[in-house]
């Protein structure tokens, strides 16, 4: 079962910063924070993710709470191709544990 | 740098055939994962393998499917005598070796789409 719960929907306008909150209260020291989104049955797509600092890359930035029970996920100035489903996963950083994929955030950029 | 590859990238199918499902991972990786999506609902790990081990097969149905990464070439999915509900979107992902501090993310194919008739 997911370890994390998100909001089933959200809509943003184009061009505003879209915030994808997630909470996963019960993260473990070693769990890491990950975000996939998933554009329209395409494959997943790797986004961000980080264990207890904020990160920032060229897609988004990851904002974690102090303590790591819950993150948001930021694009900053969203396009109409950011519509997607939104996955946010917690997960050990060590290779014999998969990635539990829970339903995620539909976001919908809005014109 | 090319990113993990999917064929067939549509397989049509009548039922009680076989169905294979073939993955090559980026260069340089050396774990698969094999997730299946039906049709309207989310994403179900089925396999983890590293090559010529299964590591992690707890999402695989009992009967009629496996999975292989045999030391040369791709990962294979293998669906024998498939019915109906065997349609749905088969996604493989690698990730890269354990060492050298990766953290483990997991690149996505496009993706196997199979439909039984």
């Known amino acids: 079962d997911a370890k994390t719960t998100q909001p089933t929907s959200m809509d943003c306008a184009e061009g505003r910063a879209a915030n994808l909150p997630c909470n996963h209260s019960?993260?473990?020291?070693?769990?890491?924070v990950y975000w996939y989104r998933q554009i329209h049955s395409q494959g997943p797509q790797y986004i961000i993710h980080?264990?207890?600092n904020n990160e920032t890359n060229e897609m988004a930035s990851l904002i974690i709470t102090e303590d790591r029970k819950s993150s948001t996920l930021i694009l900053p100035h969203a396009t109409l191709r950011d519509t997607a489903v939104y996955y946010c996963?917690?997960?050990?950083?060590?290779?014999?544990?998969?990635?539990?994929f829970g339903p995620g955030t539909r976001l919908s950029v809005l014109p | 740098n090319a990113g993990v590859m999917q064929n067939p990238r549509h397989l049509v199918r009548r039922r009680g055939q076989e169905a294979r499902l073939r993955c090559s991972p980026m260069k340089g990786h050396s774990h698969v994962y094999w997730y299946r999506q039906l049709p309207e609902e989310g994403l179900k790990f089925m396999v983890y393998?590293?090559?010529?081990?299964?590591?992690?097969e707890s999402g695989m149905p009992k009967e009629r499917f496996s999975a292989e990464f045999p030391k040369e070439g791709p990962s294979i999915l293998r669906i024998q005598q498939v019915v109906r509900g065997d349609s749905a979107a088969y996604f493989c992902?690698?990730?890269?070796?354990?060492?050298?501090?990766?953290?483990?993310?997991?690149?996505f194919g496009e993706g196997s789409r199979l439909t039984v008739l």
């Open positions: 992902a690698s990730s890269p070796p354990s060492a050298g501090g990766n953290t483990g993310e997991l690149f």
């Open positions: 996963i917690v997960r050990v950083a060590n290779y014999g544990q998969n990635f539990v």
């Open positions: 980080g264990l207890k």
């Open positions: 393998l590293q090559k010529e081990n299964i590591i992690d």
């Open positions: 019960t993260i473990s020291g070693n769990e890491y």
